[in-house]
């Protein structure tokens, strides 16, 4: 049984550029999050999706978005990068928005120039 | 109020030692406290978590124990040992919330043979 897989692994961009990442969750979890974590920290809380809508947001600008298909896979969108932007972007996923239980996958390390 | 505090920033334990990582929150809506331990270049991993119904819960050598009064829990490892260096994040969620983690800014535990 595959886990929360991620792709890229690795990605370098330079500012004001865009990107999206990918994340496909854990065999039979229906609700996606999404988190950024800076270098020597704890993951912040961008947004969830679940049923295909943003069910809730972090304190992340407009700047992020992202989108979730029927197949229960996410994507996560950036626009206009910033230097801050470089962080670890981790997937997590779970049976249900309420379930307690995230299994995260191993992120992708955005690198911005 | 949203901030989870975590210390210390890193931990040395000699291998059959307990490992002892604390952890304080402000925000008394907070009502499920879980552990993750994470790898280099891997996504966090559930370890254990409670909820504030009870002052302890045990799974295996990895103990919380948590004092509600105080807005305190800790993790305690029992036996350390070298494959438990990793790095250690507590978080905290509002119940019906608990997809969106707040987490602390993590703790380096490094087990020495």
């Known amino acids: 049984d595959a886990g929360v897989t991620q792709s890229p692994t690795h990605l370098i961009k330079t500012r004001g550029q865009q990107v999206t990442l990918r994340c496909s969750p854990k065999?039979?979890?229906?609700?996606v999050s999404w988190y950024q974590q800076a270098l020597g920290q704890g993951p912040q809380f961008i947004f969830q999706?679940?049923?295909?809508?943003?069910?809730q947001r972090g304190n992340f600008p407009d700047r992020f978005s992202g989108h979730q298909f029927p197949n229960y896979s996410s994507e996560l969108n950036v626009n206009a990068l910033l230097l801050g932007d470089s962080a670890l972007y981790l997937c997590a996923s779970s049976l249900e928005p309420t379930s307690g239980k995230q299994f995260f996958g191993p992120g992708t390390r955005l690198t911005v120039l | 109020q949203q901030q989870v505090k975590q210390s210390p920033q890193s931990l040395i334990v000699q291998k059959g030692g307990i490992s002892i990582i604390n952890c304080a929150y402000e925000?008394?809506?907070?009502?499920?406290f879980p552990w993750y331990q994470q790898f280099p270049g891997k996504g966090p991993a559930l370890l254990i978590a409670i909820r504030p119904d009870v002052s302890e819960k045990k799974e295996g050598r990895f103990t919380i124990s948590f004092n509600k009064s105080a807005k305190q829990f800790s993790l305690h490892i029992m036996d350390s040992q070298p494959g438990d260096s990793a790095t250690y994040f507590c978080a905290a969620s509002i119940r019906y919330n608990t997809d969106k983690l707040i987490f602390g800014t993590g703790t380096r535990l490094q087990v020495f043979p």
């Open positions: 925000n008394t809506a907070f009502d499920y």
């Open positions: 999706y679940y049923e295909e809508e943003e069910r």
């Open positions: 065999s039979g979890h229906d609700t």
